[in-house]
């Protein structure tokens, strides 16, 4: 997919008519994969998978017990709702624009809808997650990596667990999965290559996701969201080394061809993800016109889009340490330099960062007393 295609509205608001099962319980997906035995059980064979089992092991937290569920939340005051709005960048001076007129009462509500969308898609793609581990525990052929993905799993459950409670509890409901999420975790799911799974879910999905945690753990003064988010990121952390440790050593040895094949179903994981973060949902519950916000959206400055930028400054890193930037011709570094995230490259890719994001030893935010095991 080329980047003209990629801003192309029709084809943007044409996936969102997709969603034609929202309001049906259960979504079925063809995973198209053989399950793998391995007669291998060397422990350790991999010496970085098992590290990362050994630290998952030990790392475990129960989110009905280490949270406090007990603290209110009244969403109007506990939440920077106005912060939603600079967040989207800078779109709404324009008079043509349907927001234009908007009084703080509008943005306000604007600002509870898009956080309930945004934690109903965090919800959706942790659901993603624990399905695309259960597929690796199937689909990789190696001991290590089987050990090491189990945990995830569990990891996985414990996040939709406490997304789905905080959404429920504290902020009366979400919002049905966005349909370019949901095409994005449709594909994933559905490719046969095992390294897929991994490169789609470890790398994009949850590359980005660990940056979106990041920057709402910092900017929330919730305590219950703070803490929930710290926690998860804890785990995440691990999940994207998970990634880029199992893929460094496929990729290292794979021909062109299927490089590229690589590099081009990353960009449009990347591609798919930026368009869900259009929320066209928020603007049809405010009643405006979704083609139009859209289309002031795609249009608005990249210097104002710093969100939409740092939700690629894991994936971009991380994908050049797998090789994926700059193999071949350097297509996908073509690809990240027009959608302005290139200066992510240099960025420490999460191979290590992991130990960063321990909760007991780890030095991110240091500082926060939230942040601290109790
Ligand atoms: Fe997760
Ligand atoms: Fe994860």
Redesign the pocket.
């Known amino acids: 997919m080329a980047v003209t295609d990629a801003n192309d509205i029709d084809r943007i608001m044409e996936i969102s008519q997709t969603n034609t099962d929202a309001s049906e319980l259960i979504h079925a997906v063809e995973d198209n994969a053989d399950a793998i035995f391995t007669w291998g059980y060397d422990k350790g064979e991999r010496a970085k998978l098992d590290k990362l089992y050994e630290k998952a092991k030990t790392s475990q937290w129960n989110g009905q017990t280490d949270l406090d569920w007990s603290i209110e939340v009244d969403p109007y005051t506990a939440l920077d709702l106005n912060l939603e709005r600079a967040l989207m960048g800078d779109f709404d001076d324009d008079p043509s624009s349907p927001v234009h007129k908007w009084g703080d009462k509008e943005w306000e509500e604007f600002g509870l809808q898009s956080i309930k969308w945004r934690l109903s898609q965090f919800m959706h793609g942790?659901q993603g997650?624990l399905l695309c581990t259960a597929k690796i525990v199937e689909t990789v052929p190696w001991i290590d990596a089987k050990y090491y993905a189990a945990t995830q799993v569990v990891?996985?459950a414990r996040?939709v667990e406490v997304f789905a409670k905080y959404l429920d509890e504290k902020l009366d409901g979400g919002y049905p999965v966005n349909p370019h999420l949901g095409l994005l975790l449709d594909d994933i799911i559905n490719d046969s290559r095992w390294d897929m799974t991994y490169l789609g879910m470890q790398i994009m999905v949850?590359g980005l996701?660990l940056a979106a945690f990041g920057f709402m753990h910092d900017v929330t003064t919730e305590p219950l969201l703070k803490k929930l988010l710290r926690y998860?990121m804890s785990?995440?952390a691990r999940?994207v080394a998970f990634g880029v440790l199992s893929l460094q050593e496929v990729y290292a040895e794979m021909d062109a061809s299927d490089i590229r094949e690589r590099q081009e179903f990353a960009f449009e994981a990347a591609m798919r993800m930026r368009d869900r973060f259009l929320q066209q949902e928020v603007w049809e519950h405010m009643g405006v016109d979704t083609r139009k916000m859209v289309e002031l959206l795609l249009n608005a400055p990249e210097e104002s889009k710093v969100f939409q930028r740092m939700l690629f400054s894991k994936i971009v890193p991380n994908c050049r340490k797998l090789g994926l930037l700059d193999a071949g011709d350097g297509w996908l570094r073509d690809r990240f330099t027009e959608i302005g995230v290139i200066e992510f490259e240099h960025f420490e890719d999460t191979g290590a960062e992991f130990l960063d994001y321990d909760l007991e030893d780890g030095s991110y935010g240091e500082s926060d007393e939230a942040a601290a095991v109790s």
Do not use: F, M, R
């Open positions: 942790e997650a990891d996985e996040h949850e996701a998860v785990d995440e999940h």
